[in-house]
């Protein structure tokens, strides 16, 4: 009788054990679909939230820039002084950048901007006078004004660098936002 269960028990156990390797065949098989999944939703996330990108207006505009902006807002504009810059927003979402003087003023278009992580609104200016686009940063105070720490042409030649005019060496003025 021994002998005759023997064969009977290892056909059971032979079963079960086959039973117990595809339970863990489909548990790895469930394991890596889950892990597919998984990352399938992480990169589709990523897509997603790469995918949007701020307009440049709505950069500005989230950083405070949009207005005028002055060394002294009592001040009526100055060619030698540039006493009144102001950034606006116009049609269809564009955002333009003028610079007024006695009787003139230029006005050029912010074509992109962003902020680092630093905090520094960077921006890229359409300057049809020059023909060409400058890049430039600016910083807000802790007092509310901004100040300009870079401006550099297309080939990097800078007007400013590290918020010190490169002519003079001397530091480039906080702007207060004019009401």
């Known amino acids: ?20 390797d595809r339970l863990q065949v489909g548990a ?9 999944i998984a990352l399938t939703l992480v990169s589709c996330l990523a897509i997603a939230s790469e995918g949007y990108a701020e307009t440049a207006a709505e950069t500005v505009h989230k950083w405070g ?3 005028s902006w002055s060394r002294d807002c009592s001040l009526a504009a100055d060619r030698n002084s540039d006493t ?6 116009v ?5 333009v950048f003028q610079r007024s003087f006695n009787d003139t003023s230029e006005e050029s278009e912010v074509v992109a901007a962003e902020v680092s992580a630093d905090g520094m609104l960077n921006l890229r200016v359409l300057f049809p006078g020059l023909q060409q686009i400058r890049e430039s940063g600016l910083m807000m105070q802790p007092d509310g004004s901004m100040r300009a720490m870079y401006n550099r042409s297309p080939q990097g030649e800078y007007t400013i660098r590290d918020g010190k005019f490169t002519t003079s060496g001397g530091p480039t003025p906080p702007l207060h936002k004019c009401e």
């Open 65 to 67: 820039l949009i207005g």
């Open 84 to 89: 009144l810059l102001a950034y606006e927003m």
């Open 91 to 95: 049609r269809e979402g564009r955002v």
């Open 28 to 36: 790895r098989i469930l394991k890596g679909c889950c892990f597919r």
């Open 1 to 20: 009788m021994t002998g005759g269960t023997r064969p009977a028990l290892r056909g059971r156990t032979g079963m079960l054990n086959f039973i117990v």
